[in-house]
């Protein structure tokens, strides 16, 4: 049995010991023995012992309600187990007019449910992708234009693209981006978003294809999700190198009206900023707690930067985009980037803002919403195709 980081074992048997140090250091305090040093050494050690699981319990509570790591794998900056070897190369698949249509059987499926993509599949997984633990999930690691580390793409698909009625049919996508410090893996432990979009699809929303890319490279800057000159290109492997692998291995819509994005905290401001500089590969986002600008200190050395990065100054240019950002008035940092954030806004940019009476900066307040948000993006983009 393992002790999952974000798994409810792990936290409750923290909080029992970070309880019971304690109490049996009064229990021992008087009993200790030896020469005056050797005591000394034995009670101070009582104290760290209790102060350090007091501590570790606090920071493993405050993981769990913000969803900052979702996984051991995620906290020590390891590659995920499973995943494969190599990585994939979008630059090898971009711009490919003919492949060869190879059919495989759906993971798991019964019957003579099949799949087409324009790569082979074999053992119900798409070439250059490994199965996730997650249902209908497979993941990769994709290169990144001036960076020798992969990044991981996670890559979930609805029951429905497994059904022969919809065997010819192309999915429409949204693309998620998570919070920093953070990972993909955060949208499915601490997110639940495949619930979310099970709850949606049973009120008539639209079963997308999720698409869920590492925002940032271990050991870089935190970049915000731009190109930066003499850095990892985050930008461009968030949108083009994205769309290109899942394009040539899924079936999926390749236009503009079929592609979307949504995010949190930082990933709110990243699906928001991307939208604004890509509406010729995206049609609509969801900002969900992000905000208007930059914040990373990175860009205290690139005000230039800074600046072009701004919301306001992105939806000047009037993108034929929509998007919807949204923010609790009690989480001060992002419903400020909220005010005005529609004014003065021209068509063919629709911005739609949402402001909750009650909320914080956390997963749990954002999981509920995820329904709503995916409703909103099924009448913004394209339907199945």
Not at 253 to 258: I, K, T, V
Request: hydrophobic share 40%; with cysteine.
């Amino acid at each position: 049995m393992s002790l999952d980081l974000t798994g409810g074992l792990l936290a409750g048997l923290l909080v029992v010991l970070a309880v019971a140090l304690p109490v049996v250091s009064l229990g021992v305090w008087p009993r200790v023995r030896g020469r005056a040093l050797v005591r000394q050494a034995q009670r101070w050690a009582l104290l760290v012992a209790s102060q350090a699981a007091a501590v570790i319990a606090v920071l493993v509570l405050i993981n769990n309600y913000f969803g900052l790591y979702s996984s051991w794998d995620d906290l020590l900056g390891r590659t995920p187990s499973g995943s494969v070897a190599g990585a994939l190369d979008p630059l090898g698949t971009a711009g490919r007019t003919s492949a060869p249509t190879t059919t495989s059987p759906a993971p798991g499926a019964s019957g003579a449910a099949q799949v087409a993509s324009q790569v082979p599949w074999a053992g119900g997984t798409p070439a250059g992708f490994t199965s996730y633990s997650e249902p209908r999930t497979f993941l990769a690691q994709v290169t990144v234009p001036g960076s020798s580390t992969p990044l991981g793409l996670y890559v979930s698909l609805p029951q429905q693209y497994f059904d022969p009625a919809y065997a010819q049919t192309a999915f429409p996508v949204v693309e998620l981006l998570h919070g920093y410090p953070g990972s993909p893996t955060t949208w499915y432990h601490a997110m639940a978003v495949l619930q979310g979009l099970d709850r949606a699809t049973a009120s008539g929303g639209t079963p997308f294809v999720l698409v869920v890319p590492q925002i940032s490279v271990p050991g870089a800057p935190d970049l915000e999700c731009s190109d930066v000159p003499g850095q990892p290109q985050l930008a461009t492997f968030l949108t083009h190198e994205v769309h290109d692998v899942v394009t040539t291995h899924f079936r999926v819509r390749a236009d503009r009206a079929g592609w979307g994005l949504m995010g949190y905290s930082e990933g709110g401001y990243c699906a928001a900023q991307l939208l604004l500089r890509n509406p010729g590969l995206f049609a609509a986002g969801v900002s969900i707690s992000g905000y208007d600008a930059p914040e990373s200190t990175f860009f205290d050395a690139y005000p230039a930067l800074r600046k072009a990065g701004s919301l306001q100054r992105l939806l000047s240019g009037r993108p034929d985009v929509a998007l919807l950002a949204t923010a609790s008035r009690q989480d001060p940092q992002s419903s400020g980037s909220l005010v005005g954030l529609s004014h003065g806004v021209r068509p063919p940019t629709v911005v739609k803002t949402v402001s909750y009476t009650q909320g914080g900066h956390n997963t749990s307040d954002w999981s509920a919403e995820l329904p709503t948000y995916f409703l909103w993006l099924s009448h913004r983009l394209a339907t199945l195709h």
